[in-house]
């Protein structure tokens, strides 16, 4: 078979649903989630009997709520894309109720649309503080069937008692294997493709060790400050907002073990087995960060409206995990607010051969495989060769590169977005890339000590210079160790 009847698109329509989306009138609704399925329904995936109810407290008509979908698809998918006959059948599923899951009202208006015979799904598109009304309103007022799944959108707690107060009450009317627990970084491309890559090939898994990896770096910068969210944010931070949820699952998959198959309990097991491994984080592990005025944009400070906090917008930590594979290989993880570039991406970063037969080695140096998960998702291998050209044997770098859009075509450019990817995986009922409740809870007991710490002397995170790449202390973090930090760049 060529390579290319290999990436033929293989568009597969999943089974018929009622896709129940509670807060469709909020910015993730119309941002990501309309825009998504509307994607997903040009892909051909959407089943001709597939339907999507908008549920909101405000008073809108379904006719209302279809003209505000096609304002939001308008101005969030590519052009090329919006193909008008496409569009009003997509727009024609579409339904409105309003629903009020505080007061109590509208419960009836949905019990009236939403299918027993079909896949029920429920996105809980809401703030978390209303999660239990409305796992509780769907059980109650007879709406969820035995197979109905509800998807669960980030913070999921704010900490070990709050997530675990949050499991037992989604699991006082659902089962595990009903909830979706979404975090978008599992749903791109490239980080499932990291599990490809890894499990998929001889090729890296015998290297896949303390022993040929020096360390690995997981960085995600933002250009962005916290305006607009600066309040929410300040109660959250940068270790809660990005490390708990988002840089944990991608150490994840680069530390867990080969699961026994791909399977949504062996892929898990495996990542929660990565989470009990991780050390205590010390003191000397950690370095927080608020970005200062500059570059025609406030500071946190005043971005979150408060003077006086010590809450992170950047954080940089040496992690260890505490198993006989990575014993003595360390993990970095950074991410922060108005850095240089807007980037994330993960580096693993390979020890030097044992011994060089090169007389002159100037130009050497360590392999790295890249694995870029924004912009231009990629995988990029650092590979040592032979300048080319007459002077002897001189060696340098190159890069084996694989952009997924060039590489897979029109395909590969084309890529579906990590939300709709991730509903569509809520629909055919695979959890393999949503967290589970166990996963949650171990996550936020590494975490919460490392706030306590913090809470307990008073620490307040170090000013950095808006469009720098953080902290001078956070490239200590490194030197320290005589590595450096990859350069934070598009
Ligand atoms: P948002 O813009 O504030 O929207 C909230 C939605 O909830 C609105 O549709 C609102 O309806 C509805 N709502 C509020 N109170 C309600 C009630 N009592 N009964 C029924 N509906 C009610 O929030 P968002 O940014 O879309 O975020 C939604 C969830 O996703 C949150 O948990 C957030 O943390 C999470 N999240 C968001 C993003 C993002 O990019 N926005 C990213 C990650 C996670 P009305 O406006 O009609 O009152």
């Not at 089943?47 to 109810?53: E, F, G, L, S, Y």
Request: glycine fraction near 8%; aromatic fraction near 8%; charged fraction near 25%.
């Amino acid at each position: 078979m060529t390579t290319e009847q290999n990436m033929v698109s293989r568009v597969i329509p999943v089974d018929p649903f009622d896709l129940v989306i509670f807060g469709a009138t909020g910015d993730l609704a119309q941002r990501k989630i309309l825009p998504g399925l509307f994607r997903r329904h040009v892909a051909g995936q959407m089943p001709t009997d597939a339907r999507v109810i908008g549920a909101a407290r405000s008073d809108l008509s379904s006719a209302e709520f279809r003209a505000m979908a096609r304002e939001t698809i308008a101005a969030h998918v590519d052009p090329a894309l919006q193909d008008a006959a496409l569009l009003e059948d997509f727009l024609s599923r579409l339904d409105y109720v309003a629903l009020d899951v505080q007061a109590g009202t509208g419960w009836e208006a949905l019990r009236s649309l939403v299918r027993p015979d079909v896949v029920q799904a429920f996105y809980f598109s809401v703030a978390p503080v209303l999660f239990g009304d409305l796992a509780e309103g769907l059980q109650a007022q007879g709406i969820a069937g035995p197979g109905a799944r509800i998807v669960v959108e980030k913070p999921f707690g704010r900490d070990l008692a709050s997530a675990q107060a949050l499991n037992a009450t989604l699991a006082a009317h659902f089962e595990e294997s009903q909830i979706y627990r979404i975090d978008h970084y599992l749903g791109k491309e490239t980080v499932q493709n990291l599990m490809a890559v890894r499990f998929a090939n001889i090729l890296f898994e015998p290297l896949w060790n303390a022993q040929y990896i020096d360390h690995v770096q997981i960085t995600v910068a933002e250009t962005v400050g916290v305006g607009g969210r600066g309040a929410y944010y300040d109660r959250s931070g940068a270790l809660r907002d990005m490390v708990q949820n988002h840089m944990m699952q991608l150490l994840c998959l680069i530390a867990m073990e080969p699961p026994w198959h791909f399977d949504p309990d062996a892929v898990r097991d495996e990542k929660l087995k990565v989470i009990r491994a991780l050390q205590p984080v010390g003191r000397g592990d950690i370095v927080r960060g608020q970005y200062l005025a500059g570059g025609g944009g406030p500071g946190y400070l005043e971005d979150a409206g408060n003077p006086s906090s010590d809450t992170e917008s950047y954080i940089a930590l040496r992690v260890h995990v505490a198993n006989w594979r990575w014993k003595g290989t360390p993990f970095y993880l950074r991410t922060g607010k108005r850095l240089r570039a807007r980037t994330s991406e993960i580096a693993i970063t390979f020890k030097e051969p044992p011994h060089s037969i090169f007389d002159d080695a100037r130009g050497w140096r360590e392999n790295v495989l890249v694995i870029r998960l924004q912009p231009n998702e990629g995988i990029n291998l650092k590979v040592m060769i032979k300048e080319p050209g007459p002077g002897g044997m001189r060696l340098v770098q190159v890069p084996l590169d694989m952009s997924f859009a060039t590489a897979l075509g029109a395909e590969g450019a084309d890529m579906p977005d990590a939300y709709e990817r991730l509903i569509m995986d809520v629909i055919r009922g695979n959890q393999t890339l949503f967290m589970r409740g166990d996963e949650v809870e171990a996550a936020w007991a590494w975490t919460d000590p490392i706030i306590a710490g913090w809470q307990a002397r008073g620490d307040r995170p170090q000013p950095y210079d808006a469009g720098s790449s953080g902290p001078e202390d956070a490239l200590m973090l490194m030197h320290r160790d005589g590595r450096r930090w990859r350069e934070i760049r598009e």
